[in-house]
C-alpha cells in the first residue's frame, strides 16, 4: 500500500490505529479511581505526546541514519515556534498558514546551519550545533527583543496581543488558533459508565500531521536516498574513496529533520498560541537525543516510542506525591513503610530528572538500542525458552576495518 | 589605556575558570580519549566541596546564657558553632571565615575520588565505543550529579563568602601610575586568578618534569608502544582522570565566592569550556589554556557598552562567533596538532 512493503504497512496502520484510538487507550481507568492518575488521555499531554514523536522522528532521520549527532536541534524547534506566532500576529489565528510557515523558515535556518556545521564531522558538528543553538537562545533571549526590533519579546514570550493586526482573521473566527473556524481547544467528552474520554480538535490535526510525516520517514528509511545516508554512517571514508561526494546527502538529512523539527514547533505554537526562548535551549536538544536514543535509535517506531515514554512518565512521576506513596506501601509494616518511602522519594516528584538521567545513562550502556532491542531481546528470549535450544550461529559478519 | 587594562583584568577571573575547565577536558581527551560532558558536573561539586564545608564549619550548638535576656526576659540562646567551642573564639572564628580557602585541602582527595571512581566504574567501560556514546553517557551522568547536587542542597544559588581580608577591592591604577580610582579591582578576582595560575603550573610541572608526567606524555603520543614496553599505561591515565577532576573541582571551589554556586553551574559552564577547547585546538594542553584566557578577554571586551551598542547582544554570541570562524577557517584549533581530530 502506497509504495511500502507489507511489514512497513502494517507497522503503519498499527501506528495510526493507536494514535487514532490513543484517547480511549490511554484512559484505561475510570475517571474517579485511584488509578486515575496513571490516565494519559486528557489532551494536552497527547498532543505533547505526538508533538514530541514528530521531532523525535525527525532527528532520527539524521542521527538515527547518518550517525551526526546534533545538539542543536530544539533551535529549530524554537524557530518553527516563534515563526508560527508571527504568523498568528500578521495573518490571521488560522493554523495552516503557521504551520507552513514554521516549516520553511525552519528548513531555511537548517540549511543555513547545516551548510556550515556539516563541514566537520564527529564531535565538532556536535559541538558546531551546540554553539549554534546556543547563540540562537541567547538571540532569541536578549538581543532580538530590544525595543525597536522586537522579534522575539524575549523572557515574556513571544505571544499575540489584541493590537496586531491579523489582517485576514474574520469577523467571527474564533479568537484562539482554529483550523478554518474548528478551534483547536474544542474537546468534546464521551461519558461512558464511570469513563469519560476526550476527543480534542487540536490532538487529532497532530495526530494526522504525525501520521503523514510517519509515512514519509518509512519512505526516506526505505529509500535509495535513506540507503546513502546509512553508507554514511556505516564508512563515509570509504564513500568518499568511490568519489562519492556525501555532503549533499547529509545536508539534505540535516534539513529534513530541521523541517521536522520546525513543523513541531509550530503545531506546538498551534495548540498554545506561545513561544518562548527555553525551548531553544540545549537542555531541550539533549531532551530529544533522549527521547530517540531511548526509543531506540534507527529504527522507525523508536523515536516515537521514546518520545510517548519520556512524556507520560515526566507527567506520572511528577505527581505522584510522599502521600501517594504511603498509601501504595500501606500494607507493609509501619517502619518497613517510611524506610521505601524515604528510598523512593528522591526519585519521585520534582526528582524526575534524576529518574531520567539513571535511565538514561543504563540504556546506552547496556542497551544501546533502546526499547526496541530491548522488545527484540526479550522475544528472542521467549522464543528460545520455548523451542528449548541454544541460539544458532548467527550469519553476521563484521567488515573489516 | 586604563580602559583597555581593566576590560583585560575583568576578563581574567572567567577566563581563569575556562582555562581550567577546558585543561581538565583536554588532560581526559587527550590521555584518554574521552569527551567528558560530565566535566562541568565536576566543576559544580568542587563548588559544592566549599559549600559543604562552610556548612559544616558553621554547625553549632545552643547554650543558654543566663547572664542575658532577650526582649521576652527569657535567658538568651547562644548559637556556638562546633570550630569556635574547640579552637577558641578566635581561631575558630578565623577558621570559619576562612572556610573557602580551607576547602582546596577538603576538596582534593573528595575530587581525586570522584574522578578515579568516575574512571573506573564508568568511563572505562567506553573506550571501544563511538565517542557519540561517550557523549551520551556522561551526558547522563552530568545530568545525575547534578540532581543528586540538587536534591540536597536545593536549587537556589548559595552564598560563599570570601574571607573578610580578601574581600572588597584595591585600586590596582595607583600602583602602576594611572590616576587613583581608574583600575579598581576585587581583591578575591585577583586571587582566583593567580590561583589558576598556580594550578596551571603545577599541572605542567608535573607533566613536564616528574618521571610519571614523562610517561603519561609518551602514552598521549603512542600508547600502544608505551604499554608494550611493559608500563601500566592505563593506571597512569585514571589517575590522570583523578587529576582533570580535581583542577575541575579546585576551580569550582574558588570560583564561588565570585558568583554563589546553584546546581546547574556546571552545564553553563561546560558548554563554553567545551568551545574553548575547541578553538584552543583538541588534545592541546598549552592550546586550552590560552584559548581559556583569550576567549575569557575578549568576552569581557565584548561586554564594554562601546561594544554591546555598536553590535547589540555582541557580548552574548562572540565566543561562539569565534569558535565557529576557528572551526571552519582553521579546525585542528590554535594550537592543535596537524591531523589530530580535524575530520
Not at chain 1, 498558514?97 to 551548510?115: D, K, M, T
Not at chain 1, 526516506?220 to 546527502?249: C, D, E, H, W
Not at chain 2, 608505551?226 to 577532576?245: C, S
Amino acid at each position: 500500500m502506497l509504495g511500502l512493503n507489507k511489514k512497513d504497512t502494517s507497522l503503519l496502520i498499527i501506528v495510526g490505529i493507536l494514535t487514532l484510538l490513543a484517547p480511549f487507550i490511554l484512559n484505561p481507568f475510570p475517571s474517579d479511581s485511584a488509578m486515575a492518575q496513571f490516565n494519559a488521555g486528557y489532551p494536552d499531554l497527547m498532543q505533547r505526546f505526538v508533538i514530541f514523536g514528530i521531532f523525535a522522528i525527525g532527528f532520527n532521520i539524521l542521527f538515527g541514519l547518518t550517525g551526526y549527532l546534533s545538539f542543536g536541534h530544539a533551535a529549530f524547534l524554537g524557530v518553527g515556534s516563534y515563526s508560527a506566532v508571527w504568523m498568528f500576529k500578521l495573518l490571521s489565528y488560522n493554523v495552516i498558514p503557521a504551520i507552513a510557515l514554521s516549516v520553511v523558515v525552519a528548513g531555511l535556518f537548517s540549511l543555513l546551519i547545516g551548510f556550515v556545521s556539516l563541514r566537520r564531522s564527529g564531535i565538532y558538528f556536535s559541538i558546531l550545533t551546540l554553539a549554534f543553538a546556543q547563540m540562537s537562545f541567547a538571540l532569541a533571549y536578549s538581543v532580538l527583543s530590544n525595543p525597536k526590533f522586537n522579534l522575539t519579546n524575549g523572557e515574556t514570550g513571544l505571544q499575540v496581543y489584541a493590537d496586531d493586526p491579523q489582517i485576514l482573521q474574520g469577523a467571527n473566527a474564533p479568537d484562539l488558533p482554529h483550523l478554518f473556524g474548528l478551534p483547536m481547544r474544542a474537546t468534546y467528552t464521551l461519558d461512558v459508565g464511570a469513563w469519560s474520554f476526550d476527543f480534542n480538535a487540536g490532538y487529532y490535526l497532530c495526530a494526522v500531521v504525525m501520521m503523514v510525516v510517519f509515512y514519509l520517514a518509512i519512505r526516506i528509511f526505505r529509500s535509495p536516498f535513506g540507503m546513502m545516508l546509512r553508507a554514511v554512517k556505516s564508512n563515509q571514508q570509504r564513500m568518499n574513496y568511490t568519489g562519492l561526494n556525501s555532503k549533499p546527502y547529509t545536508l539534505a538529512a540535516f534539513v529534513i529533520s530541521g523541517m521536522y523539527a520546525g513543523l513541531a514547533g509550530g503545531l506546538m505554537a498551534a495548540m498554545d498560541p506561545l513561544a518562548g526562548a527555553e525551548r531553544m535551549q540545549w537542555t531541550a536538544s539533549g531532551e530529544v537525543v533522549l527521547m530517540t536514543i531511548l526509543g531506540g535509535t534507527g529504527t522507525l517506531i523508536g523515536p516515537v516510542l521514546g518520545a510517548g515514554f519520556i512524556k507520560y512518565f515526566e507527567n506520572i512521576f511528577s505527581k505522584i506525591n510522599d502521600n501517594v506513596l504511603h498509601s501504595w506501601f500501606a500494607f507493609l509494616p509501619d517502619g518497613l513503610e517510611d524506610a521505601v518511602v524515604f528510598l523512593i522519594h528522591p526519585f519521585i516528584g520534582k526528582g524526575w530528572h534524576l529518574t531520567l538521567g539513571i535511565l538514561f545513562m543504563l540504556v546506552v550502556i547496556y542497551l544501546p538500542g533502546g526499547l526496541v532491542e530491548g522488545g527484540q531481546r526479550l522475544m528472542k528470549w521467549f522464543k528460545r525458552k520455548k523451542s528449548g535450544t541454544d541460539d544458532a550461529p548467527s550469519g553476521k559478519t563484521e567488515p573489516a576495518e | 589605556m586604563d580602559a583597555i587594562l581593566l576590560q583585560i583584568l575583568n576578563g581574567l577571573d572567567k577566563g581563569s575558570a575556562y582555562a581550567l575547565i577546558a585543561l581538565g577536558l583536554t588532560l581526559i581527551f587527550g590521555t584518554l580519549g574521552v569527551v567528558n560532558f560530565a566535566h562541568g558536573a565536576l566543576f559544580m561539586i568542587g563548588a559544592f566541596c566549599a559549600v559543604t564545608l562552610q556548612k559544616l564549619m558553621n554547625l553549632s550548638f545552643v547554650t543558654l546564657d543566663e547572664t542575658q535576656t532577650d526582649f521576652l526576659g527569657n535567658p538568651l540562646k547562644v548559637e556556638t558553632p562546633y570550630v569556635e567551642a574547640w579552637f577558641g573564639p578566635e581561631v575558630g572564628a578565623t577558621i570559619i571565615d576562612w572556610s573557602v580557602p580551607l576547602a582546596i585541602l577538603f576538596a582534593i582527595p573528595i575530587m581525586l575520588l570522584v574522578g578515579y571512581v568516575m574512571e573506573r566504574g564508568l568511563i572505562k567501560h567506553f573506550y571501544k565505543r563511538p565517542h557519540a556514546d561517550q557523549i551520551l553517557v556522561t551526558f547522563g551522568l552530568a545530568i545525575v550529579l547534578q540532581e543528586i547536587v540538587k536534591y540536597f542542597f536545593g536549587a537556589n544559588p548559595i552564598q560563599t563568602p570570601p574571607p573578610d581580608a580578601l574581600s572588597g577591592s584595591v585600586d590596582l591604577g595607583t600602583m602602576i601610575g594611572f590616576d587613583p580610582n581608574a583600575i579598581i579591582y576585587p581583591i578575591w578576582r585577583l586571587v582566583y586568578f593567580g590561583f589558576a595560575v598556580a594550578i596551571i603550573g603545577a599541572v605542567f610541572s608535573f607533566l613536564q618534569f616528574t618521571t610519571f608526567g614523562m610517561v603519561v606524555r609518551a602514552g598521549m603520543a603512542d600508547r600502544e608502544t608505551v604499554g608494550l614496553l611493559g608500563i601500566n599505561i592505563d593506571r597512569r591515565f585514571t589517575i590522570m582522570f583523578g587529576i582533570a577532576a580535581a583542577v575541575a573541582g579546585l576551580a569550582g571551589v574558588m570560583y564561588g565566592p565570585l558568583n554563589p554556586p546553584n546546581y546547574h553551574m556546571g552545564m553553563d559552564f561546560l558548554v563554553l569550556s567545551f568551545v574553548v577547547v575547541v578553538v584552543g585546538g583538541m588534545g592541546s594542553l598549552p592550546g586550552a589554556v590560552l584559548a581559556g584566557f583569550l576567549l575569557g578577554i575578549l568576552e569581557s571586551f565584548a561586554s564594554t557598552t562601546w561594544a554591546t551598542t555598536t553590535i547589540p547582544g555582541i557580548n552574548q554570541i562572540i565566543i561562539y562567533l569565534v569558535a565557529i570562524i576557528v572551526l571552519l577557517t582553521r579546525p585542528r584549533g590554535l594550537m592543535g596538532r596537524k591531523g589530530v581530530m580535524e575530520e
